[in-house]
């Protein structure tokens, strides 16, 4: 082995590729370069040190830093104006590059949320690029390097010692102290000479002798003003000098730092700091609106334009509203304002719901009948119908982009059809008329289809006068052949089926006076052959082209799709054909065999159920089912179309002609409703997304509507101290329980573990200790398993058994004093399983273990769901709301519940100084009305800015006098202004009151006025008031003096007429608000928080649901006591089943120890299912396992094909039997009655490395295992099975691939398959595998080549295509292509290119000798 060879080994063995003097950056793909030094330490100097600092000295002397002694002497000589001037300008352009440099705040955003061990150093060659632009006389070595070099960890280029930061200020202060610089002068009078000549060549230009009086030479006074008067003082040269610096300062100004200049565009834009992002973050307009019509910035639609719109969210909205008719016009008026707050004015849904609520609704005011017997009586009754809900409001914002986008494709048809009229000459009175009734987008492309179709040649014509030249079509193609068809004689022939396409579909949809066809003179194969031609030489031909010329044109014709269309709607019928692939794949536990053979759904039957239909859809793509949508009455509606087409006269002639135009709508029959199926599929999968996303959205608004937990006696909203506990995976018995103490404020104060909490007495007297320490109110649990039921009966037997008492408080029955044992609740964990192990969750908690983050996750959701929900941001869509969800586009599922987060967060408002000190409450900001994660984050730095403290919202649009910059613009100030509340402070006479309510500052002179009508004070006493204490000083005196209750006395409707009245305004509601504000400000509005149900408490701890564990159904358990009269077994899910000794057997005699013992795995069927006590009742009879389940099915025998079904059964029935395959059940834990598909359902939710033993399709002499190798990869290993009792047993020699032998299951497992799951777990964490697809490893190969070109570079992914296979995927330069090379996983080893590698270690470094051996054939075939 040469020594570069056992150099380049041994180095992989100490440190392992380019550890050693630089790693790489796994988000950009570049390098961050160290070297180090003989002992080990890091040392990020340069190779060349000494070089650096000979040419950093030289630059120092350029530069001016060392300053002769003459200049010292002179030092007290005044400067001329010309010299000031060049200092200032050296100043001004220091301070500019300084201003250049990136703002320490910025950097910090940009790290905000990445993880210490991501963060570059500083000395990272992330700035590489930024060194190149910057210094021009940076060195660059290109020398190429020796094979044995290659994937070797040898730096290329070295890194400057300082990096490119804030700037450095050497050289100022090098100037600033020059004076104070003295150099030694030699005594010898030359060299002294020599070195003072030197020291002028290197003396920059703006410290020549302008202005100053120098006597290098011995000259005297007379001497050097004759010299100045021959040769001047190079003050006429000035002007080249300054024209000079000053394009050197352009220059610079030209080169200014920017965030893109450092950080590559993917980090950008993840946090938002792309230019697109600043633009939307500075722009008076709320950030969603920005982001929502963003495609449609050009678009101004005003005037009739925007009363259409109107129109046509009414009519799309009115239908589902179920009002009554009479309420049709407020309605649509309702709508109208909406759209106007929307697009007008940019204000926000919550805005609008909460401050323009008046407009939502419709009053009626009748004569009060009482009143004429009762005076006192109200004169009139108000009568309110709530015209749009929040839901509605949220509906016409997306009904409104919608809009958009069909407005701008029918403007583009109108612009279409005018350049046809006015280059061509085109009139077509069908276009501008469909055009105007035009309400889908459909309608719109069958018109543009139409257009294209029709007028082809004109719009080809059109873009060549234009300039615009497209590619030539081959002569075959179809349009070319249609084109042909239309300037040939064939063309007469299609005349004469005698009634044009577009008439033939206004009879189709009745529109107008019936047109009859009328009948040529001669037969149809006649009159073809007499319109033979070059092109079509024969009748035959003629009548093939004519046939499928007439059908095209009724294809396209815009009027028969409609009338298609509205037929496939009302009439429609969708009906499921099973493949081949889905015969055996969809078995009765297939979560798609509700759909398997359903037949005959009506699209209103599906609009019921909309995750049918989704299911469908999803079953098509994967390729188990077909969906079919049929005209019900397809007979019926072919005859009705052939009777408008058909001619009324009675011959032989007629009939042949009638023939003839059937044949022609057979053609066209086809294409319409393969066209139109499709269209219609789609329509109903984007109507059935909605109705999920709308079922979704309300169950996550029904989660976020939960107030704080509220202990008795409290007020609702008030935060609880929350002891939370948890198991995690353990027994509460033999493994510890986690606990975590969350005070009021959510801090963290206190954690640990306890032991046995049911017997262990020294635990429950150390629990005593921590509850009268800490005095929770309330003690909250949660778990992995169902183990944690047990913790929680637990912890119930210890606070009643210790009279563990919550806070007194008064009984608002009695009035008296009392209190109550604390309450254990179980916690919804949702959120905290996301939270534990997240970066977010190490990064607050770094030294905490995982479940006792868990723990404190768990206690904040007690303390505030809504909160903790807001922090998970789009990892929302992990939760699950439906089922069905994952049938959603994500975009479109995480856009709706953004929408019901926005709602609540604005309905209980965010205190805007805890946000910018809490970065928990933070993420609530952009949520906020007006704002998002881009205006938020601007919100906070201003703020910052500004001094940290907001004190009025008036201040966030800025307060000059006080030197307050702006936060937001006006129009972002007018949505989150209310919604933003300050706290108020009663002894800070500057502190507004209003500002800690609901109440907008624009009705602030509302709640003023009625503030001091309650207090009885008339005009004087109120200007008596606010003159000395400010605006809110009547406010303020109410609640000082307690009187917020007479606001109840107040009559608002007098109020509400007077201002709609005299200023226009409805604001009865608002008046409402106000009312209630004034009493208590900022009140918590959301339910009471939601304690689980036994169902939903026992999903959670066992993932069990009623549709996967059900009684009736057969399951797999395993015996863990067996007694004479009974025996105990447990089930996959954890909870325990109990078996009477007659459910053993029907023999009456006997032990039931004789038939089934201890360790045993049994098939069972569920007899009962006690959810709340996590108990079950099992049998193992055979005459009841016999019987298999069967789900509920309502389906009839018109919607579901049960013959089909039935057949199946018997064809699958057939096979198992002569396979073997159903009838085996083997005694092992791990074995399970799985076919493949059902093998990677259940392990998909296990770990990395778990096994499934299952029967094999090969007979009763193979066992299939399945294990899983990493997330979505699965494989499936065949074992032969040796030496076999009898048929059903397991062999006593198991084989696997002819090369592997065990003698029992469990050796196979632990030997074989765990033995690879440890290579596995050791390459995926090995420092050069890579997450994700192939795709994304080649990317990162190419993005790395890209920003180190004289690299190479290797790493390792999976192979999802080849369980148990990975690939060794290279690069050897920038140039040469990516190279992949199969590692297989075997046990105890890595196997490549059939030779086997005990660790990673001997894998890579085998490669690199591999790789090289491969390069020098290549080298020895060449020469």
């Given at each position: 082995?040469?020594?570069?060879?056992?150099?380049?080994?041994?180095?992989?063995?100490?440190?392992?590729?380019?550890?050693?003097?630089?790693?790489?950056?796994?988000?950009?793909?570049?390098?961050?370069?160290?070297?180090?030094?003989?002992?080990?330490?890091?040392?990020?100097?340069?190779?060349?040190?000494?070089?650096?600092?000979?040419?950093?000295?030289?630059?120092?002397?350029?530069?001016?830093?060392?300053?002769?002694?003459?200049?010292?002497?002179?030092?007290?000589?005044?400067?001329?104006?010309?010299?000031?001037?060049?200092?200032?300008?050296?100043?001004?352009?220091?301070?500019?590059?300084?201003?250049?440099?990136?703002?320490?705040?910025?950097?910090?955003?940009?790290?905000?949320?990445?993880?210490e061990?991501?963060?570059k150093?500083?000395?990272?060659?992330?700035?590489?690029?930024?060194?190149?632009g910057?210094?021009?006389d940076?060195?660059?070595?290109?020398?190429?390097?020796?094979?044995?070099?290659?994937?070797?960890?040898?730096?290329?280029?070295?890194?400057?010692?300082h990096?490119?930061?804030?700037?450095?200020?050497?050289?100022?202060?090098?100037?600033?102290?020059?004076?104070?610089?003295?150099?030694?002068?030699?005594?010898?009078?030359?060299?002294?000479?020599?070195?003072?000549?030197?020291?002028?060549?290197?003396?920059?230009?703006?410290?020549?002798?302008?202005?100053?009086i120098?006597?290098?030479?011995?000259?005297?006074?007379?001497?050097?003003?004759?010299?100045?008067?021959?040769?001047?003082?190079?003050?006429?040269?000035?002007?080249?000098?300054?024209?000079e610096?000053?394009?050197?300062?352009?220059?610079?100004?030209?080169?200014?730092?920017?965030?893109?200049?450092?950080?590559?565009?993917?980090?950008?834009?993840?946090?938002?700091?792309?230019?697109?992002?600043?633009?939307?973050?500075?722009?008076?307009?709320?950030?969603?609106?920005?982001?929502?019509?963003?495609?449609?910035?050009?678009?101004?639609?005003?005037?009739?334009?925007?009363?259409?719109?109107?129109?046509?969210?009414?009519?799309l909205?009115?239908?589902?509203k179920?009002?009554?008719g009479?309420?049709?016009?407020?309605?649509?008026?309702?709508?109208?304002?909406?759209?106007?707050?929307?697009?007008?004015?940019?204000?926000?849904?919550?805005?609008?719901?909460q401050?323009?609520?008046?407009?939502?609704?419709?009053?009626?005011?009748?004569?009060?009948?009482?009143?004429?017997?009762?005076?006192?009586?109200?004169?009139?009754?108000?009568?309110?119908?709530?015209l749009?809900?929040?839901?509605?409001?949220?509906?016409?914002?997306?009904?409104?982009?919608?809009?958009?986008?069909?407005?701008e494709?029918r403007?583009?048809?109108?612009?279409?059809?005018e350049?046809?009229?006015?280059?061509?000459?085109?009139?077509?009175?069908?276009?501008?008329?469909?055009?105007?009734?035009?309400?889908?987008?459909?309608?719109?492309?069958?018109?543009?289809?139409?257009?294209?179709?029709?007028?082809?040649?004109?719009?080809?014509?059109?873009?060549?006068?234009?300039?615009?030249?497209?590619?030539?079509?081959?002569p075959g193609?179809k349009?070319?052949?249609?084109?042909?068809?239309?300037?040939?004689?064939?063309?007469?022939?299609?005349?004469?089926?005698?009634?044009?396409?577009?008439r033939?579909?206004?009879?189709?949809l009745?529109?107008?006076?019936?047109?009859?066809?009328?009948?040529?003179?001669?037969?149809?194969?006649?009159?073809?052959?007499?319109?033979?031609?070059?092109?079509?030489?024969?009748?035959?031909?003629?009548?093939v082209?004519?046939?499928?010329?007439?059908?095209?044109?009724?294809?396209?014709?815009?009027?028969?799709?409609?009338?298609?269309?509205?037929?496939?709607?009302?009439?429609?019928?969708?009906?499921?054909?099973?493949?081949?692939?889905?015969?055996?794949r969809?078995?009765?536990?297939?979560?798609?065999?509700?759909?398997?053979?359903?037949?005959?759904?009506?699209?209103?039957?599906?609009?019921?159920?909309?995750?049918?239909?989704?299911?469908?859809?999803?079953?098509?793509?994967?390729?188990?089912?077909?969906?079919?949508?049929?005209?019900?009455?397809?007979?019926?509606?072919?005859?009705?179309?052939?009777?408008?087409?058909?001619?009324?006269?009675?011959?032989?002639?007629?009939?042949?002609?009638?023939?003839?135009?059937?044949?022609?709508?057979?053609?066209?029959?086809?294409?319409?409703?393969?066209?139109?199926?499709?269209?219609?599929?789609?329509?109903?999968?984007?109507?059935?997304?909605?109705?999920?996303?709308?079922?979704?959205?309300?169950?996550?608004s029904?989660?976020?509507?939960?107030?704080?937990?509220?202990?008795?006696?409290?007020?609702?909203?008030?935060?609880?101290?929350?002891?939370?506990?948890?198991?995690?995976?353990?027994?509460?018995?033999?493994?510890?329980?986690?606990?975590?103490?969350?005070?009021?404020?959510?801090?963290?104060?206190?954690?640990?573990?306890?032991?046995?909490?049911?017997?262990?007495?020294?635990?429950?007297?150390?629990?005593?200790?921590?509850?009268?320490?800490?005095?929770?109110?309330?003690?909250?649990?949660?778990?992995?398993?169902t183990?944690?039921h047990?913790?929680?009966?637990?912890?119930?037997?210890?606070?009643?058994?210790?009279?563990?008492?919550?806070?007194?408080?008064?009984?608002?029955?009695?009035?008296?004093?009392?209190?109550?044992?604390?309450?254990?609740?179980?916690?919804?964990?949702?959120?905290?399983?996301?939270?534990?192990?997240?970066?977010?969750?190490?990064?607050?908690?770094?030294?905490?273990?995982?479940?006792?983050?868990?723990?404190?996750?768990l206690?904040?959701?007690?303390?505030?769901?809504?909160?903790?929900?807001?922090?998970?941001?789009?990892?929302?869509?992990?939760?699950?709301?439906?089922?069905?969800?994952?049938?959603?586009?994500?975009?479109?599922?995480?856009?709706?519940?953004?929408?019901?987060?926005?709602?609540?967060?604005?309905?209980?408002?965010?205190?805007?100084?805890?946000?910018?000190?809490?970065a928990?409450?933070?993420?609530?900001?952009?949520?906020?009305?007006?704002?998002?994660?881009?205006?938020?984050t601007?919100?906070?730095?201003?703020?910052?800015?500004?001094?940290?403290?907001?004190?009025?919202?008036?201040?966030?649009?800025?307060?000059?006098?006080?030197?307050?910059?702006?936060?937001?613009?006006p129009?972002?100030?007018?949505n989150?202004?209310?919604?933003?509340?300050?706290?108020?402070?009663?002894?800070?006479?500057?502190?507004?009151?209003?500002?800690?309510?609901?109440?907008?500052?624009?009705?602030?002179?509302?709640g003023?006025?009625?503030?001091?009508?309650?207090l009885?004070?008339?005009?004087?006493?109120?200007?008596?008031?606010?003159?000395?204490?400010?605006?809110?000083?009547?406010?303020?005196?109410?609640?000082?003096?307690?009187?917020?209750?007479?606001?109840?006395?107040?009559?608002?409707?007098?109020?509400?007429?007077?201002?709609?009245?005299?200023?226009?305004?409805?604001?009865?509601?608002?008046?409402?608000t106000?009312?209630?504000?004034?009493?208590?400000?900022?009140?918590?509005?959301?339910?009471?928080?939601?304690?689980?149900?036994?169902?939903?408490?026992?999903?959670?701890?066992t993932g069990?649901?009623?549709?996967?564990?059900?009684?009736?159904?057969?399951?797999?358990?395993?015996?863990?006591?067996?007694k004479?009269?009974?025996?105990?077994?447990?089930?996959?899910?954890?909870?325990?089943?109990?078996?009477?000794?007659?459910?053993?057997?029907?023999?009456?005699?006997?032990?039931?120890?004789?038939?089934?013992?201890?360790?045993?795995?049994?098939?069972?069927?569920?007899?009962?299912?006690?959810?709340?006590?996590?108990?079950?009742?099992?049998?193992?009879?055979?005459?009841?396992?016999?019987?298999?389940?069967?789900r509920?099915?309502?389906?009839?025998?018109?919607?579901?094909?049960?013959?089909?079904?039935?057949?199946?059964?018997?064809?699958?029935?057939?096979?198992?039997?002569?396979?073997?395959?159903?009838?085996?059940?083997?005694?092992?834990?791990?074995?399970k009655?799985?076919?493949?598909?059902?093998?990677?359902?259940?392990?998909?939710?296990?770990?990395?490395?778990?096994?499934?033993?299952?029967?094999?399709?090969?007979?009763n002499?193979?066992?299939?295992?399945?294990?899983?190798?990493?997330?979505?990869?699965?494989?499936?290993?065949?074992?032969?099975?040796?030496?076999?009792?009898?048929?059903?047993?397991?062999?006593k020699?198991?084989?696997?691939?002819?090369k592997?032998?065990?003698?029992?299951?469990?050796?196979?497992?632990v030997?074989?398959?765990?033995?690879?799951a440890?290579k596995?777990?050791?390459?995926?964490?090995?420092?050069?595998?890579?997450?994700?697809?192939?795709?994304?490893?080649?990317?990162?190969?190419?993005?790395?080549?890209?920003?180190?070109?004289?690299?190479?570079?290797?790493?390792f992914?999976?192979?999802?295509?080849?369980?148990?296979?990975?690939?060794?995927?290279?690069?050897?330069?920038?140039?040469?292509?990516?190279?992949?090379?199969?590692?297989?996983v075997?046990?105890?080893?890595?196997?490549?290119?059939?030779?086997?590698?005990?660790?990673?270690?001997?894998?890579?470094?085998?490669?690199?000798?591999?790789?090289?051996?491969?390069?020098?054939?290549?080298?020895?075939?060449r020469?």
């Amino acid at each position: 082995m040469s020594n570069s060879m056992r150099d380049l080994i041994v180095g992989e063995a100490e440190l392992d590729d380019e550890e050693d003097d630089e790693s790489f950056d796994e988000e950009t793909g570049e390098t961050r370069e160290r070297s180090r030094k003989q002992n080990g330490d890091i040392d990020d100097s340069s190779e060349e040190e000494d070089d650096d600092d000979d040419e950093e000295e030289a630059r120092e002397i350029r530069e001016g830093f060392i300053v002769d002694e003459d200049e010292d002497e002179d030092e007290d000589l005044v400067e001329d104006e010309d010299e000031r001037r060049k200092r200032r300008k050296r100043k001004r352009r220091q301070d500019h590059e300084e201003e250049a440099q990136l703002d320490d705040e910025d950097l910090d955003l940009i790290g905000e949320n990445i993880p210490e061990w991501e963060r570059k150093e500083p000395s990272q060659s992330k700035y590489k690029r930024l060194k190149r632009g910057h210094r021009e006389d940076d060195v660059r070595r290109n020398k190429q390097r020796d094979l044995d070099d290659m994937f070797s960890d040898e730096d290329d280029e070295p890194v400057d010692d300082h990096p490119y930061a804030r700037p450095n200020h050497r050289a100022a202060a090098a100037e600033e102290f020059a004076d104070f610089i003295e150099d030694d002068f030699p005594e010898d009078e030359d060299e002294r000479m020599r070195q003072m000549e030197d020291m002028e060549v290197a003396r920059p230009r703006d410290k020549g002798i302008t202005g100053r009086i120098v006597d290098r030479a011995g000259l005297d006074k007379d001497a050097l003003e004759d010299m100045e008067a021959i040769f001047g003082n190079g003050e006429d040269y000035q002007w080249a000098l300054d024209e000079e610096e000053e394009e050197e300062e352009r220059q610079r100004e030209e080169q200014t730092l920017e965030l893109k200049d450092v950080f590559e565009p993917s980090q950008l834009a993840e946090k938002l700091l792309t230019d697109e992002d600043n633009a939307i973050r500075f722009t008076d307009e709320p950030e969603r609106f920005q982001l929502d019509r963003k495609p449609f910035k050009h678009l101004n639609i005003q005037g009739e334009q925007f009363k259409d719109e109107i129109q046509w969210i009414a009519d799309l909205m009115w239908p589902k509203k179920q009002l009554s008719g009479d309420l049709h016009g407020p309605f649509q008026k309702a709508v109208g304002k909406v759209l106007e707050y929307f697009v007008l004015e940019d204000l926000e849904v919550p805005y609008v719901f909460q401050h323009r609520k008046d407009y939502l609704i419709h009053a009626r005011k009748t004569r009060n009948p009482e009143h004429r017997d009762d005076p006192e009586a109200p004169e009139y009754i108000v009568n309110a119908e709530k015209l749009l809900t929040q839901d509605d409001l949220w509906r016409i914002l997306e009904l409104d982009i919608k809009y958009r986008s069909l407005f701008e494709k029918r403007s583009t048809l109108e612009r279409t059809y005018e350049n046809l009229r006015e280059a061509a000459q085109v009139n077509d009175d069908m276009i501008p008329e469909m055009l105007s009734q035009a309400v889908t987008m459909e309608e719109l492309q069958d018109l543009q289809d139409y257009i294209n179709f029709q007028y082809a040649s004109q719009l080809k014509d059109i873009a060549a006068m234009n300039g615009v030249v497209k590619g030539t079509k081959r002569p075959g193609a179809k349009s070319s052949v249609f084109e042909r068809v239309r300037k040939s004689s064939v063309y007469k022939f299609v005349k004469a089926y005698g009634i044009p396409p577009d008439r033939l579909a206004q009879n189709a949809l009745r529109e107008g006076k019936k047109a009859i066809a009328d009948d040529e003179q001669s037969l149809p194969i006649d009159l073809a052959d007499s319109l033979t031609d070059s092109q079509f030489p024969t009748g035959d031909q003629v009548l093939v082209q004519a046939r499928h010329m007439y059908a095209e044109e009724l294809f396209m014709s815009p009027r028969m799709r409609k009338h298609f269309r509205q037929n496939f709607y009302m009439m429609g019928e969708i009906s499921c054909h099973r493949t081949e692939k889905g015969l055996r794949r969809i078995d009765d536990s297939h979560p798609y065999y509700e759909i398997k053979y359903l037949i005959n759904q009506t699209i209103p039957d599906l609009a019921r159920r909309p995750e049918l239909f989704l299911k469908m859809m999803k079953a098509e793509e994967e390729g188990f089912i077909e969906v079919k949508l049929r005209l019900q009455n397809e007979k019926e509606f072919r005859r009705q179309l052939q009777a408008e087409f058909a001619s009324d006269n009675y011959s032989e002639l007629a009939d042949a002609w009638n023939e003839e135009r059937q044949k022609v709508l057979d053609v066209a029959f086809a294409k319409l409703e393969r066209v139109i199926a499709k269209g219609v599929k789609d329509s109903l999968r984007t109507a059935c997304q909605e109705e999920l996303l709308k079922l979704c959205r309300e169950e996550y608004s029904k989660r976020l509507d939960q107030a704080p937990y509220k202990p008795k006696g409290m007020v609702l909203g008030t935060v609880p101290r929350v002891l939370a506990l948890s198991n995690g995976m353990g027994d509460p018995v033999r493994d510890p329980i986690f606990w975590a103490w969350v005070d009021e404020g959510g801090r963290v104060v206190e954690h640990g573990k306890f032991g046995n909490l049911a017997r262990d007495e020294t635990q429950r007297e150390a629990f005593v200790k921590l509850f009268e320490r800490r005095m929770p109110d309330v003690i909250g649990v949660s778990g992995f398993s169902t183990d944690t039921h047990r913790l929680v009966r637990d912890l119930e037997s210890l606070v009643n058994e210790k009279n563990l008492i919550g806070d007194e408080y008064d009984d608002p029955d009695t009035d008296e004093k009392r209190t109550d044992l604390l309450e254990v609740v179980v916690v919804n964990d949702e959120v905290a399983r996301l939270y534990k192990d997240s970066p977010r969750a190490q990064a607050d908690h770094p030294t905490l273990g995982s479940n006792t983050r868990y723990c404190i996750a768990l206690a904040r959701y007690l303390q505030n769901p809504m909160k903790e929900y807001a922090a998970l941001g789009k990892d929302v869509t992990s939760l699950l709301f439906n089922p069905c969800q994952h049938l959603l586009p994500q975009e479109k599922l995480l856009k709706h519940l953004e929408t019901s987060m926005v709602d609540m967060v604005n309905l209980c408002g965010v205190d805007i100084n805890e946000a910018v000190g809490d970065a928990y409450t933070s993420n609530l900001l952009p949520y906020v009305a007006g704002l998002g994660p881009r205006k938020a984050t601007s919100v906070i730095k201003a703020i910052n800015t500004n001094g940290g403290k907001v004190n009025s919202r008036d201040e966030l649009v800025g307060d000059p006098d006080n030197n307050k910059l702006p936060v937001v613009g006006p129009r972002v100030w007018n949505n989150c202004a209310s919604f933003l509340y300050i706290e108020y402070t009663s002894s800070n006479n500057d502190s507004e009151p209003l500002d800690n309510t609901r109440v907008h500052p624009e009705d602030y002179e509302l709640g003023r006025k009625m503030a001091a009508d309650a207090l009885e004070l008339d005009e004087e006493d109120v200007k008596a008031e606010t003159d000395e204490n400010g605006p809110g000083a009547i406010v303020r005196k109410l609640f000082r003096e307690g009187e917020q209750e007479k606001v109840n006395e107040l009559i608002l409707e007098e109020y509400a007429e007077q201002l709609e009245k005299n200023y226009n305004q409805r604001k009865r509601a608002t008046l409402e608000t106000i009312r209630a504000e004034l009493q208590a400000p900022y009140e918590e509005l959301r339910r009471n928080f939601n304690i689980l149900s036994a169902d939903q408490i026992f999903v959670m701890f066992t993932g069990e649901t009623k549709d996967s564990l059900a009684e009736g159904m057969i399951v797999s358990v395993n015996l863990r006591v067996v007694k004479d009269d009974f025996a105990i077994a447990k089930l996959d899910c954890g909870i325990e089943g109990r078996i009477e000794a007659h459910e053993v057997s029907h023999r009456s005699n006997g032990s039931i120890r004789d038939v089934i013992h201890v360790g045993q795995t049994v098939q069972s069927k569920i007899l009962e299912l006690n959810r709340k006590d996590f108990l079950a009742k099992l049998t193992l009879r055979e005459e009841a396992l016999r019987r298999p389940y069967k789900r509920h099915n309502d389906h009839d025998r018109g919607t579901w094909d049960f013959r089909l079904e039935d057949n199946d059964k018997d064809a699958l029935r057939e096979k198992d039997r002569v396979t073997g395959r159903t009838q085996r059940v083997i005694n092992h834990p791990l074995f399970k009655p799985f076919n493949s598909t059902q093998a990677e359902q259940f392990l998909g939710s296990q770990a990395q490395g778990d096994v499934v033993i299952r029967p094999s399709s090969k007979g009763n002499d193979h066992l299939t295992i399945t294990w899983k190798v990493a997330d979505g990869v699965y494989q499936h290993i065949d074992v032969l099975e040796l030496q076999k009792e009898t048929e059903f047993s397991v062999g006593k020699t198991l084989r696997i691939g002819g090369k592997y032998t065990y003698t029992d299951l469990d050796e196979l497992i632990v030997d074989h398959i765990k033995a690879m799951a440890k290579k596995v777990d050791e390459l995926m964490g090995h420092e050069k595998f890579k997450k994700g697809s192939v795709s994304d490893a080649e990317k990162w190969l190419t993005s790395y080549s890209d920003a180190n070109p004289n690299r190479s570079i290797y790493l390792f992914c999976i192979n999802p295509k080849r369980a148990g296979y990975f690939f060794l995927c290279f690069k050897a330069s920038k140039t040469s292509p990516i190279n992949m090379w199969e590692v297989k996983v075997v046990p105890h080893a890595f196997e490549m290119m059939k030779n086997q590698y005990p660790h990673m270690l001997a894998l890579c470094n085998g490669f690199k000798l591999r790789f090289n051996s491969e390069i020098s054939k290549m080298q020895q075939m060449r020469r």
